[in-house]
């Protein structure tokens, strides 16, 4: 697919790439399915650079109407999931 993703002029360039990892984890899960731990830990990083609960809307909603792919949803199944290894949107 051809967009991009939401990103900030204000973080450095290991933060965006680490950014990037995080949506294309939320991509994988549902273009086939990710490694539950690989989606958590990057969504824990995610938020040590988005620590705002209202920028990670945004974001994340920014995100979900280029894609149509809501992190959200796929957050929320991983967190609630322990027993499933391989996370599918």
Not at 10 to 27: L, S
Not at 35 to 61: D, H, Q, T, W
Request: aromatic share 12%; net charge neutral; charged share 35%.
């Amino acid at each position: 697919m051809s967009y991009q993703y939401p990103i900030s002029h204000d973080w450095k360039i290991d933060e965006i790439v680490d950014v990037i990892k995080f949506f294309g984890c939320v991509e994988k899960a549902y273009e086939g399915g990710v490694e539950r731990n690989s989606l958590i830990n990057a969504y824990k990083r995610f938020k040590e650079i988005v620590p705002s609960k209202s920028e990670e809307k945004k974001i994340c909603g920014e995100f979900e109407e280029t894609t149509g792919y809501s992190s959200y949803k796929i957050i929320k199944k991983a967190m609630e999931s322990e027993a499933i290894q391989k996370i599918k949107g």
